[in-house]
C-alpha cells in the first residue's frame, strides 16, 4: 500500500468554479501536511502547509485536515486559469521526521 | 520565499558517461538536502537524503555508486549519474531544508536525457 495516495486527474473546471483536491494516506504518525503546485518542467512550490488537524486559510486557498479519516483536501475557490498546474500533496514529520512521502499530484485544468 | 538553484535545468549525454548536478541554496544555509527523481506523471520519488559534511543516506533500490551525491558545504550538494544509461532519463529535482520541516525548498529540476 502506497503511503500517499493522489488521484492523478486530469481535472479540468470552468473560470470561477470551486476546486476540490483530495488525498488519502495511511500512516497516523503524519504531523505536516503540505500541498504544492507545480508548472510542468519546473520544481513544485510550496502552497501552505498545516500542522495536526484542522483548517487553514490563504486568500482564495484552504487546506482541510482529518486525521481521522487520514484525509486531507485543498479547496480553491473562484479558480483563475493561472492555477492551472499540478498539485502535490506531501506529508510528513512522521517517525523520519525530515521525510516526506508525495501524492503522485493531480493535473488541473481552468478553462476561460 | 528561499531560493534553491539547480543547475544545469536540462541535459542531454551519451550513454556511458556521467552528468552532474548542481543544487545551492542561495541565501540560506541547508543542513539538510533532498534529492527526488520524477517520472512523467508520476510523484517525486525520494533518492537520498544528505546532510553536509556526512555520507548521504540512501533510499532503498536507488544505487549508491550510481547516484553519487556530495554535500561539501551548507550551501551546495551535488548528485552525480554515473555511467548514465538511457533508462536514467528522467526529472531530477533537489530540495534544501533549513532545518524546519516546514521549510524545504525546491530547485527548478534538472531534465536528464540519455542517448
Known amino acids: 500500500q502506497k503511503e500517499v495516495e493522489q488521484d492523478p486527474g486530469p481535472l479540468s473546471v470552468p473560470e470561477g468554479a470551486i476546486v476540490s483536491l483530495n488525498c488519502t494516506y495511511s500512516?497516523?504518525?503524519?504531523?505536516?501536511f503540505m500541498w504544492y503546485r507545480q508548472y510542468s518542467r519546473k520544481g513544485p512550490e510550496l502552497l501552505m502547509y498545516?500542522?495536526?488537524?484542522g483548517n487553514k486559510e490563504d486568500g482564495r486557498f484552504t487546506a482541510q485536515v482529518d486525521k481521522s479519516s487520514k484525509y486531507i483536501s485543498l479547496f480553491i475557490r473562484d479558480s483563475q486559469p493561472s492555477d492551472s498546474a499540478t498539485y502535490l500533496c506531501a506529508l510528513g514529520g512522521g517517525y523520519n521526521f525530515n521525510k516526506f512521502y508525495f501524492g503522485s499530484g493531480t493535473k488541473l485544468n481552468v478553462k476561460p | 520565499g528561499a531560493v534553491v538553484s539547480q543547475h544545469p535545468s536540462w541535459v542531454i549525454c551519451k550513454s556511458g558517461t556521467s552528468v552532474k548536478i548542481e543544487c545551492r541554496s542561495l541565501d540560506f544555509q541547508a543542513t539538510t538536502m533532498f534529492w527526488y527523481r520524477q517520472f512523467p506523471k508520476q510523484s517525486l520519488m525520494l533518492m537520498a537524503t544528505?546532510?553536509?559534511?556526512?555520507?548521504?543516506?540512501?533510499e532503498q533500490g536507488v544505487e549508491k555508486d550510481k547516484f553519487l551525491i556530495n554535500h561539501a558545504s551548507l550551501t551546495l550538494s551535488t548528485l552525480t549519474v554515473t555511467s548514465a544509461h538511457p533508462e536514467d532519463s528522467s526529472f531530477y529535482i533537489c530540495s534544501a531544508n533549513t532545518g524546519r520541516v516546514t521549510e524545504a525548498f525546491f530547485g527548478q529540476g534538472t531534465r536528464l536525457t540519455v542517448v
Open positions: 500512516n497516523s504518525a503524519f504531523q505536516y
Open positions: 498545516t500542522y495536526s488537524s
Open positions: 544528505s546532510n553536509e559534511g556526512s555520507k548521504a543516506t540512501y
